[in-house]
């Protein structure tokens, strides 16, 4: 029997594209959220593993705003992407470097300071929101 003589197959079979089109794009769709998360981990991991303890932290922010493609000028606003400006009423005592996945979930690199501006310890870490 052809398609023409049985309505039903070519229904179902135009029912079955489309759920394999839909499953299709779901499981696509799960995989780049799932590779923005590993993406933003690992960045986050990989910046934080390359501080050593006791640095000074200017070269370290100014090594980040050069890697985000933001290089902050006497006077700008804060970046996004970095906080801890003690001149934009931030703590003096730490910095939190953001390394964005997807919409707003954040993998993070968060440092905290002497008091004379060198690394005492930090840690790598994922937030979804």
Avoid at 49 to 76: H, N, S, V
Avoid at 91 to 116: K, R, V, W
Wanted: glycine residues 6%; contains cysteine.
């Amino acid at each position: 029997m052809s398609d023409q003589e049985n309505p039903g197959r070519k229904i179902f079979y135009t029912l079955l594209k489309v759920a394999l089109l839909i499953i299709s794009l779901s499981a696509i769709f799960f995989m780049l959220v799932a590779y923005s998360v590993w993406s933003a981990e690992r960045d986050a991991n990989v910046f934080c593993d390359q501080i050593a303890l006791g640095a000074d932290i200017i070269p370290i922010i100014k090594q980040f705003e050069k890697q985000t493609g933001f290089e902050r000028k006497p006077g700008d606003k804060v970046p996004a992407r970095h906080y801890g400006f003690p001149d934009e009423g931030f703590d003096n005592d730490g910095h939190t470097f953001l390394f964005p996945a997807l919409m707003f979930s954040n993998a993070y690199c968060q440092i905290a300071l002497t008091e004379n501006g060198k690394v005492k310890s930090k840690i790598a870490y994922f937030q979804a929101d």
